[in-house]
């Protein structure tokens, strides 16, 4: 079965510092990989997307993830986070005519 | 212009009550969905639905049904509400038929409680 674990429930950096936020997937095939970013008392917004090619992708808002096969990783990186950041992210997996899997998402506090 | 609106934004209604909750998508989408997102921000999908398929996530209960006048269109029916089925609960749309981009795009939420 499809699914999706982000190993951190919640994630405390000071600004200005670089971020991580950590996501494994198990799928059958080939993964669409996905990062949304949910503000408070708002919707999901995507941030990046994986489908082929290269495997270190560049989304909104200065995020990228690199998507690793052998680890079954897509992991969302920022060089500097902004206290503008603080929310919660999303992990998700699919795949053309399937349903998406979210993972339990990682919220994000950002000190200043 | 929105992409996906939802109406209305806050439900409060009592136990038993019959609600709906409204979706519109003006991407030229042709599938649209519904989550439920309870109070851990856990998201589950609910329903997937374009012009030829209803798939329904087993486990919802049958009190909640969707229903699509049109393709931009899809709105959601909750009969005999329950204390539990107080959530958040999001429409998204996405492009699944031949097209190589296949990401969700959500709408801002719709915060059912049940009282």
Same mark, same amino acid.
């Given at each position: 079965a499809q699914s999706v674990t982000q190993p951190d429930i919640h994630i405390t950096v000071s600004e200005g510092a670089s971020?991580?936020?950590?996501? +494994? #997937? *198990? #799928? &059958?095939?080939?993964?669409y990989l996905f990062w949304y970013v949910q503000s408070p008392g708002q919707g999901l917004q995507l941030l990046l %997307?994986?489908? @082929? &090619?290269?495997?270190?992708?560049? &989304?909104? %808002? &200065?995020?990228?993830?690199?998507?690793?096969r052998s680890q079954? *990783?897509? +992991?969302?990186?920022?060089? *500097?986070?902004?206290? @503008?950041?603080?929310?919660?992210y999303f992990c998700a997996v699919g795949n053309y005519g399937q349903n998406f899997v979210f993972g339990p998402g990682t919220r994000l506090s950002v000190l200043p | 212009d929105t992409a996906v609106s939802q109406t209305?934004?806050?439900?409060v209604t009592q136990m038993g009550n019959d609600k709906s909750i409204k979706c519109e998508q003006n991407l030229g989408h042709d599938t649209m969905y519904w989550y439920k997102q309870d109070s851990k921000k856990f998201l589950k999908i609910m329903f997937s639905y374009n012009n030829k398929e209803l798939i329904i996530n087993e !486990?919802?209960?049958? /009190?909640?049904?969707?229903?699509?006048?049109?393709?931009?269109?899809?709105?959601?029916?909750?009969?005999?509400?329950?204390?539990?089925? $107080?959530?958040?609960?999001?429409?998204?749309?996405?492009?699944? $038929?031949? $097209?190589?981009?296949?990401?969700?795009?959500?709408?801002?939420? !719709? /915060?059912? !409680?049940?009282?």
């Open positions: 971020l991580e936020l950590r996501c +494994n #997937y *198990s #799928y &059958g095939a080939t993964p %997307k994986y489908f @082929s &090619g290269d495997t270190l992708v560049q &989304g909104i %808002k &200065g995020f990228e993830a690199e998507f690793k079954s *990783s897509f +992991n969302l990186r920022k060089p *500097s986070v902004h206290w @503008s950041d603080a929310a919660e | 209305p934004k806050y439900l !486990t919802v209960p049958n /009190r909640f049904s969707p229903k699509s006048p049109d393709k931009a269109h899809l709105n959601l029916h909750i009969n005999s509400l329950e204390l539990g089925d $107080s959530a958040v609960y999001f429409c998204a749309s996405s492009v699944n $038929s031949g $097209s190589n981009s296949y990401e969700q795009y959500f709408g801002p939420g !719709t /915060r059912l !409680t049940v009282t």
